[in-house]
């Protein structure tokens, strides 16, 4: 079977969820052979072959954290040199997807992003992308070279299918232009304790109707009695109230989780475009006629501070 | 000293109309409102700014690849400010992908003479978020992308770029390829002196024989994707709503248990 190669996003060596959702739908389209690339490459091995990788190709050097980008093209590069792969898959973060163009262009190759979905097809691996803010759902290819695909983080369940996973060094030349760009500086992004939204099952967001910073409380206390992230709308980012790293929509995060809870959100057309596939959608809001009512599995048209807390309490019980 | 800047701009629906496909696959431009890409009038905003803390003389180039009326979004950004602009456009483009695109942005901005580019973080229909990286990858330039805050000085260009897990300061010598984010700052609007003087001010319009681009290394037939399908996603069936009578938080409550969310 041909092989596929999936580049994986950890961080020092910690796996996370969008590449194990990459290796089941690798498994679709041939045999998944993991990239892993940086500090702790090597840590990565064991989730990879429990969800099917059959080998680990690993690369560890310092170029990876003090140069953008470049230096991981050079890499899957070489991986795509090595192993002449039927697909290439990339998780769809900002710099996933950086890394798969300039791919795609070195290899000759078209390149798709943001699939939610793949599927073997007749001539290559057919990709489903959700487009105009999920209003239309598209089916590509790629139709010259080896086909780069982005997918999106939930686009698929995460199965155990334990393989080999055998680790080999992956030798790495770097290019000239591998060291244009340098990182002076980096400042992780503290932790919250709270699932990625990106990849959360539940999201609770809120918007300018939560009216301050210090209402924002209200939010995160309803989603840590579901082990929920908190998402928020640019108008309520914009003011000031929630970190933009938090921001759902079209140039915030885009989320696709088991269920959205939106309080305080009218459903602008730019926030609907980064949570309008999310399974079971809910809305708070005291304006019965708000356009996010046209999305939601249910909605409540009510204040959100009597609303939410009382969720939340109703939860904290259910759950005992 | 003097310091080329080259602005990449995209014409594009407006996304609060009914966007949709035409026959072949391609977006229906003729039935929904274009407008500069929103996301593109903060690289305009930036270009602004690099100018004016500037010491150098500073002239600023929009770029747009597109269909006759993208010569709009030219004007928007050259009433926003910028000095003159080039409209990329021919009959043989439609179609084109974002490897393509890439292409003939590389040899127009190559043929302008550029020592920065600037694009937006991602375009508002694609919104593919890979034609900056493209760019720097033709072009032989580092790419300074998805910067939310940004510098140039003496010959280098600095930024912050937001990740998902850091925070990352950048570096580069010029020339590069720089992209971003509607978190750089609020796009100035622009005035009526602007808009006046924007009707002067040069508009120039290459082909693709200007580029020395072949016919068959863009357009639709020679993409390197093919859209087989599109189809407008099935409207959501209509959600249960209630009033919040006292009891609305409870109400929710039950559905999300016979949802088995709690
Ligand atoms: C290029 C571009 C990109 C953008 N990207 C994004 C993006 O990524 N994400 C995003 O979210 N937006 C984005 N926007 C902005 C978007 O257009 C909207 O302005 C924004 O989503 C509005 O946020 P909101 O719903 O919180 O605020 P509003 O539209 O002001 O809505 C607030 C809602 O809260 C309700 N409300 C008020 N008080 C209460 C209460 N006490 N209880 C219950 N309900 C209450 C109101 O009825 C109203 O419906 C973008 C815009 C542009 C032009
Ligand atoms: C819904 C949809 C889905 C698509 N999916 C794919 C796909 O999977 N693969 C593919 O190869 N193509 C795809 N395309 C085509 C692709 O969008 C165009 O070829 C496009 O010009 C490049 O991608 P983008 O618009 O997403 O730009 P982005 O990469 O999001 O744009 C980033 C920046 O590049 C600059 N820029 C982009 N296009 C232009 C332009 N024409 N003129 C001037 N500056 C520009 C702007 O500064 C912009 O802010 C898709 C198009 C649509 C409408």
Redesign the pocket.
Known sequence: MAEVLVYVDHVDGAVRKPTLELLTLARRVGEPVAVALGNGAGDTAAALAEHGAVKVLTSDAAEYADYLVVPKVDALQAAVEQVSPAAVLVPSSAEGKEIAARLALRLGS????DAVDLEAGDEGPVAT?S??AAAFT?K?RVSKGTPVITVKPNSAAVEAAPAAGAVEALSVSFSAAATGTKVTARTPRESTGRPELTEAAIVVSGGRGVNGAENFAIIEALADSLGAAVGASRAAVDAGWYPHTNQVGQTGKSVSPQLYIASGISGAIQHRAGMQTSKTIVAINKDAEAPIFELVDYGVVGDLFDVVPQLTEEVKTRKG | MSLRIVV???YVPDATGDRHFADDLT?DRDDVDGLL?E??EY?VEQALQISENSDDDVEITV????PEDAKDALRKALSMGADKAIHVEDDDLHG??????SLV?AKAVEKAGYDLVI?????T????????ALLAERLGVPQVTLLSEVSVEGGTVKGRRDGDAATEQLEASLPAVV?VTDQSGEARYPSFKGIMAAKKKPVQSWDLSDLDIDEDEVGLEN???VVESAAERPARTAGTIVKDEGEGGKQLAEFLAGQKFI
């Open positions: 078209g390149i798709i992003t992308q487009v105009f598209t590509s | 990449t701009v995209k977006v890409s996301l593109d690289a770029l747009t690849v597109g084109t992908d974002a490897i393509g695109t942005l694009s937006g973080m991602a375009s229909d694609g919104t593919m978020g890979v034609v900056p992209s993409a390197y994707t």
